[in-house]
């Protein structure tokens, strides 16, 4: 082999070392091999000594151009290799590489109670009510005697009550809120106070001892059951976005007087009848009436000066029909099958 041939041979073999080398370790060996003391390189350089002046010259050049490539090579793979391992290194440190697409892309949805009753928070707010947060442990005297219900009344029979082993219950209704919300505004006010109330009672399809309910209040001077009926209709029609008729028929509630069961036309069937309303044309949504004058002043309010509506919209109810649920069980259930079926329109 020819001077000549030899340097084309080293150049190629070094080629290909240096393409199978993958970190700066590997290429310092390289470059020892062939650049070092007794690299081939070198030796290549060193046996110039024996030749001949022309030869000398002609090889000297072809043998430093080919040092100088072979320098020139090795700078630019530690350069590349280094980069590599920066790379390595960040995506090492943050365990993810943010380009790829998530594997299991989940969007939460909210509890049907939930969009039911921010819907109603909002359609009261913009009618001017101001919506109430309230504690679910109260005491007898908010649950029953400042709603005009007195020890061995029988209308606490209505309410399977859960209580505590320090006198006070689970609120059985929102209406526990009632007196102190009169106590911290007085009159006028417009409040809603949504929550949940406990029933001690077996379940089935249609009975949970775990409920929430709405309670709205709104007292003025001539506040009349005309304002009653004014609100609730609004209120029913924008969250069944339909015009929905409303009908009164007389309940009794202590708290109230007159008290009503207040009925809506069946969104189903149109007011025809059908298996919803029973027939009837009709559906059982919610209890009201204008507030009994000793609940007024037991919340300091004078019933001489002011009058006022209240009532108790089944917030679980209002939730099933909205969207079609039959059984009540489901919605305390946490089971995501059902749930996350729910989303706002
Ligand atoms: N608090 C009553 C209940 O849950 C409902 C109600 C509220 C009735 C307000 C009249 C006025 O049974």
Not at 151 to 176: C, E, I, V, W
Not at 188 to 210: K, M, Q
Not at 236 to 248: G, M, N, P, T, Y
Not at 296 to 321: N, S, V
Request: proline share 4%; glycine share 8%.
């Amino acid at each position: 082999m020819n001077i000549s041939e030899t340097i084309q041979e080293l150049r190629q073999r070094f080629e290909a070392e240096l393409a199978s080398v993958e970190n700066r370790d590997a290429v310092e060996k390289l470059r020892v091999a062939y650049l070092g003391k007794r690299g081939e390189v070198t030796q290549l350089l060193a046996g110039l000594k024996s030749l001949s002046g022309e030869e000398k010259k002609e090889f000297g050049q072809k043998i430093n151009l080919l040092k100088r490539d072979v320098e020139g090579r090795i700078a630019e793979h530690i350069e590349a290799v280094k980069k590599a391992e920066e790379e390595r290194l960040i995506l090492g440190a943050e365990q993810y590489d943010v380009t790829l697409p998530s594997l299991h892309p989940h969007t939460g949805s909210y509890h049907p109670i939930t969009l039911v009753q921010r819907e109603l928070e909002e359609i009261f707010s913009s009618m001017g009510f101001t919506v109430e947060d309230f504690k679910e442990i109260v005491t007898d005297y908010e649950c029953f005697e400042a709603l005009n219900i007195p020890k061995h009344h029988p209308a606490r029979d209505m309410q399977d009550t859960y209580y505590l082993d320090n006198g006070q219950l689970l609120k059985t209704h929102t209406s526990a809120a009632q007196n102190s919300i009169m106590r911290k505004y007085g009159a006028p006010l417009r409040a809603i106070f949504p929550g949940r109330c406990f029933r001690n009672e077996s379940t089935d399809a249609s009975h949970e001892n775990t409920f929430f309910q709405m309670e709205g209040i709104m007292i003025d001077t001539d506040i009349s059951i005309s304002n009653l009926i004014y609100f609730m209709k609004t209120m029913l029609s924008k969250v069944f976005r339909q015009d929905v008729e409303v009908r009164l028929r007389p309940g009794f509630f202590p708290f109230v007087e007159p008290g009503f069961e207040l009925d809506i036309s069946c969104h189903i069937c149109g007011g025809k009848g059908c298996s919803t309303c029973h027939g009837s044309g009709w559906i059982e949504l919610c209890p009201c009436g204008m507030i009994h004058p000793s609940v007024l002043r037991a919340g300091g309010i004078d019933p001489e000066k002011y009058t006022g509506f209240a009532f108790g919209l089944g917030l679980t109810r209002l939730a099933m029909m909205r969207y079609g649920i039959k059984d009540i069980r489901d919605l305390n259930s946490g089971d995501l099958r059902v749930l996350s079926q729910f989303t706002h329109e």
